[in-house]
């Protein structure tokens, strides 16, 4: 896939792979004291531990969780390609600023707002396409939309 970035786009493309779930079934929980536990705090990374020895993957809790809703779920992240290879911490920081850039809410979201856009472009666009494709309806706007 690199080889054919290369050629397609010049020596310079950086292109990154990222897998992100927030359907995962972890929960993690941090000791009150006693047979206490809390929520983790916004911004917390699981990345030892439960995930995979030889995997680019970590677990990010991108939204606070209040005490009396239950507990919070995070999200989960595999990187499947990076070139240039994107440093773990970077990828952390990244990933985290993006769940506060979604223009919808003026506070973080669970997904980064790249994700949640195409969440939302895809729904879009699968419920008002009807069954003309989006090339044929780009083409009937005289390619203009």
Excluded: C
């Amino acid at each position: 896939m690199g080889e054919a970035l290369k050629a397609a786009s010049g020596p310079s493309a950086a292109f990154t792979y990222l897998v992100v779930n927030r359907r995962t079934s972890a929960k993690f929980f941090l000791p009150k004291g006693g047979n206490n536990y809390d929520n983790p705090p916004m911004g917390t990374v699981v990345d030892t531990g439960v995930v995979k020895k030889n995997a680019y993957e970590f677990y990010l809790v991108p939204v606070s969780g209040k005490a009396d809703q239950g507990a919070v779920t995070p999200v989960h992240y595999t990187v499947l390609y990076s070139e240039p290879l994107i440093q773990k911490d970077e990828m952390i920081r990244m990933t985290y600023s993006m769940s506060f850039l979604y223009y919808n809410w003026s506070g973080s979201v669970k997904m980064p707002a790249p994700v949640v856009n195409a969440h939302k472009l895809a729904y879009q666009v699968g419920e008002h396409g009807g069954t003309v494709g989006i090339h044929d309806a780009w083409k009937q706007q005289g390619g203009v939309f």
